[in-house]
């Protein structure tokens, strides 16, 4: 489990295919690579990763075709920077919300605002029902509180501070992002898929949050 809380960047240094996916290396901070012994959790961009080898400089992990097909980490130039959280230690502080690693799906940076206001990102419908107005989503790893959200789009307001010490300071608009669903609205959603969909859930995800 993690918290989408980045406190860590890293460089994406290489990417070697391999039968059945790929095999990453990715430059690290010190705090990063203390936490990468073999077999450690942690989460990059969003995506939950095994570390497979590490050095002083940098750890590894391989990616199946699954994840590289439902993640961004399959298409980011060499050179990018990552948004990188060692998984949750007993006692730690909770500063985000709970975050599994498991991205459900790609949206993409619709609008960014030129000073303070609120970013527009898209999302696929499917998880229109998982997103509400003052939820939780993540986007790239980030923990994000939801300020609007329709059938296929959702928005965020940004303090200067998190797009500064995030990716989010150089994303322009159409750039893909991985998103993660609050893993309570996730089971909210399935326990009603399994009851059928009734007309006040088919009227949410139509028309989105109606006070």
């Not at 989010?168 to 992002?177: F, I, Q, S, Y």
Request: with cysteine; net charge negative; hydrophobic share 40%.
């Amino acid at each position: 489990m993690f918290t989408g809380l980045i406190r860590h960047l890293g460089t994406l240094e290489s990417r070697q295919s391999r039968s059945g996916g790929a095999r990453l290396r990715i430059a690290s901070p010190k705090a990063v690579l203390d936490r990468a012994e073999l077999g450690a959790s942690i989460a990059v961009h969003g995506a939950c990763l095994t570390s497979v080898a590490r050095d002083d400089r940098a750890w590894e992990t391989e990616l199946s075709d699954e994840t590289l097909e439902k993640t961004t980490l399959g298409r980011l130039a060499i050179g990018s920077t990552l948004h990188l959280e060692p998984s949750l230690q007993v006692g730690d502080p909770l500063d985000g919300h709970l975050v599994s690693g498991h991205v459900d799906g790609l949206g993409a940076l619709l609008e960014r605002p030129s000073g303070e206001g609120l970013w527009r990102f898209s999302m696929p419908t499917f998880l229109a029902p998982m997103t509400a107005p003052k939820g939780s989503i993540a986007v790239d790893g980030i923990s994000l509180t939801v300020v609007d959200c329709g059938r296929d789009w959702f928005s965020v307001a940004l303090i200067p501070e998190t797009v500064k010490r995030t990716a989010l300071a150089t994303m322009k608009p159409g750039e893909a992002v991985n998103l993660e669903a609050d893993p309570i609205g996730r089971y909210v959603a399935r326990a009603l898929e399994m009851r059928g969909v009734d007309e006040k859930l088919a009227r949410f995800v139509e028309r989105g949050f109606e006070p």
